[in-house]
């Protein structure tokens, strides 16, 4: 009755996850502007710093946050990661690079993805920029934001980025 038992390496279940988002004024507010090829922040009144996409309060002050700023759509790569496993559920050829990019005057990195680039170039401190839908296609949802793609300019040294990874 001794047989030999193999680990097991792999389980598949269905699953299936269903929830219900409200977006509340400033993240209402953020998607509006979304749609008009805008990215709006906040401005914590506190300590001054920059959230994007805003909460509508500061996670470190603990205060009220209205001060709207208008972001750039070109940031630096703070961090990423390489995606090489598919899923039903991408929609972005393989691989591709999961990014947090440091939108210029911003002070928390924004989750995106990077295309037309090879993924071996991606490197922390990059400069990308923004692709956007088209004008006539834009609406208020983040996939207004297709994507970011290198800029050309030079990469920002690791010491100006390490407050923000």
């Known amino acids: 009755m001794t047989e030999e038992r193999k680990p097991v390496t792999n389980i598949k279940t269905p699953m299936r996850l269903e929830f219900r988002y409200s977006a509340g004024e400033a993240t209402s507010r953020f998607l509006r502007g979304i749609g008009q090829g805008k990215i709006l922040g906040q401005r914590c009144p506190s300590c001054r710093k920059v959230y994007v996409p805003p909460r509508g309060s500061c996670p470190r002050c603990a205060v009220p946050t209205a001060e709207e700023v208008e972001l750039s759509d070109k940031g630096t ?88 990874l």
């Open 77 to 164: 790569i703070t961090t990423f990661a390489i995606v090489r496993v598919p899923s039903e559920n991408i929609d972005v050829p393989l691989p591709f690079a999961s990014v947090h990019v440091l939108l210029d005057g911003a002070d928390i990195p924004f989750f995106s993805v990077v295309q037309e680039c090879p993924v071996d170039e991606i490197r922390i401190g990059m400069r990308v920029e923004a692709v956007w839908v088209p004008k006539q296609e834009l609406a208020s949802t983040l996939a207004s934001i297709r994507y970011f793609q290198p800029s050309g300019e030079p990469d920002v040294p690791f010491e100006k980025l390490a407050e923000h």
